[in-house]
């Protein structure tokens, strides 16, 4: 029953943004650049920056970075492993690591955890959600961290040949999600108040938009990617991404000792368990390396982490769970 309420409450939500999005593409001819670069370039940096300034840290959440970091690593080098196993080579074998490793935190990530932690246990009758800053805040450092990697070791891995320290810089530096954490910070340590300039009303109405625009573009790339029957490559990927990610987070905060509140967990190890990442498909189309198979194998676990996401929400609660 509560695996069914948490599918009610926290995922069809989502999959029925995504299902408009779907639609529209049916209908109308959509340009789906367009989204993507209004949500890279200005819905996607609002709302970490609306995030960021609104939740106040504490030291021990700086230790999220390098447990996702850890987490990261592990995955790359067993997805490696996993990838020589099956004697896969060159932009395949980079194509496997890849999609293996990076989650959609970005885009899936922060709108699910939006909907988790405005909905009961977390919430109140009345409408309050206590835990939503505390939850964000932990989500937005982990999208910057996966943002980071994904649009630089990530894409290096879609092109299948080595990027140089001035590929990697240039990568960097275009991420403006980045440049809205740091401008959020740096805001409210010059003890800068928005919430009563015209400002505040603007990065609210981002906010609310995000969750609709992000889904609704993951929409657009369903209907333009059908699926097809899994092989062992998407198959393969998929286990790790949504199984083996996940498994290994709950390694990764045990190793932590207890560093991090219930919530900090929660949001890890659920973060863990996103699907993989659709900013591969993009780098795939740019670079034409395999990008068919990326494609099937992002979509794939896309659609297979509505069933494994329901479980690992779950479960989340029940390794993690509030204490009272």
């Not at 490696?80 to 496997?96: D, Q, R, S, T, V």
Request: hydrophobic share 55%; net charge neutral.
């Amino acid at each position: 029953m509560i695996l069914l309420q948490i599918l009610w409450d926290d995922i069809l939500p989502l999959f029925a943004f995504i299902g408009a999005g779907v639609f529209l593409d049916s209908k109308f001819k959509i340009d789906i650049s367009t989204y993507s670069r209004l949500t890279i370039w200005v819905v996607l940096p609002c709302f970490i920056f609306y995030t960021m300034y609104r939740y106040h840290f504490e030291s021990d959440d700086l230790l999220m970075i390098p447990a996702a970091l850890i987490l990261l690593a592990v995955m790359y080098f067993l997805s490696m492993g996993m990838a020589h196993m099956f004697h896969l080579g060159g932009a395949e074998k980079g194509a496997f690591e890849a999609v293996s490793s990076f989650s959609n935190a970005g885009h899936i990530g922060a709108a699910l955890a939006v909907m988790i932690f405005t909905h009961p246990p977390f919430a109140t009758e009345a409408g309050s959600a206590p835990h939503l800053a505390e939850a964000m805040g932990t989500m937005v450092i982990i999208m910057i961290v996966m943002n980071i990697v994904v649009n630089t070791f990530g894409a290096a891995l879609i092109r299948s040949r080595g990027s140089t320290v001035k590929e990697v810089l240039s990568f960097m530096v275009k991420m403006p999600a980045l440049y809205a954490a740091i401008l959020a910070i740096l805001v409210r340590s010059a003890g800068i108040y928005l919430e009563h300039t015209f400002l505040w009303p603007v990065l609210t109405h981002f906010n609310g938009a995000f969750i609709v625009l992000v889904t609704v573009t993951i929409g657009l790339q369903l209907h333009r990617s059908k699926l097809r029957k899994p092989d062992r490559f998407i198959l393969a990927t998929s286990f790790n991404k949504l199984i083996l990610c996940p498994a290994i987070a709950w390694g990764v905060l045990t190793l932590f000792g207890g560093a991090f509140s219930p919530i900090a967990s929660q949001v890890f190890f659920i973060c863990a368990a996103v699907p993989s990442s659709m900013a591969l498909i993009i780098y795939g189309v740019e670079y034409g390396e395999d990008a068919g198979l990326v494609t099937q194998s992002v979509l794939f676990s896309t659609v297979a982490g509505a069933l494994t996401l329901t479980c690992m929400i779950y479960l989340a609660r029940v390794l993690f769970p509030l204490a009272g």
